[in-house]
């Protein structure tokens, strides 16, 4: 078991493409490298356009994504394209049954 982690991505401007593209490929290059669980990962747009994606890290999987050169090229590559954004900025996160478009891994 790992730790299951929700994270918002904020697509700066002209990078939704970019973004989506990228999060399309993030989780199959943690499993590749034995970062992340073989659990089912979901992503989801927000109206504002934010990426919200869902997935499970392997036991001290951080610690190791941390050392790991190929995981800082693709950190380097959503920092050009995207901000982190914590969820209580993400409007949808306040309603009791938050509402996202679903985006095809």
């Given at each position: 078991?790992?730790?299951?982690?929700i994270v918002?991505?904020r697509?700066?401007p002209?990078?939704?493409e970019?973004?989506?593209?990228?999060?399309?490929?993030?989780?199959?290059?943690?499993?590749?490298?034995?970062?992340?669980?073989?659990?089912p990962?979901?992503?989801?747009r927000?109206?504002?356009g934010?990426?919200?994606?869902?997935f499970?890290?392997r036991?001290?999987?951080?610690?190791i994504?941390?050392?790991?050169?190929?995981?800082?090229?693709?950190?380097?590559?959503?920092?050009?394209?995207c901000?982190?954004?914590p969820l209580s900025?993400v409007?949808?996160?306040?309603?009791?049954?938050?509402?996202?478009?679903?985006i095809?891994?």
């Amino acid at each position: 078991m790992g730790d299951m982690v929700i994270v918002a991505y904020r697509p700066k401007p002209g990078q939704d493409e970019a973004l989506l593209a990228l999060t399309r490929e993030h989780v199959a290059i943690l499993r590749r490298l034995g970062l992340a669980t073989d659990r089912p990962c979901l992503a989801m747009r927000s109206r504002s356009g934010v990426i919200v994606e869902v997935f499970e890290w392997r036991d001290g999987a951080l610690a190791i994504a941390h050392q790991t050169p190929e995981i800082h090229q693709m950190w380097d590559r959503y920092a050009a394209v995207c901000d982190y954004a914590p969820l209580s900025e993400v409007p949808e996160s306040a309603d009791l049954f938050a509402p996202f478009q679903p985006i095809d891994l």
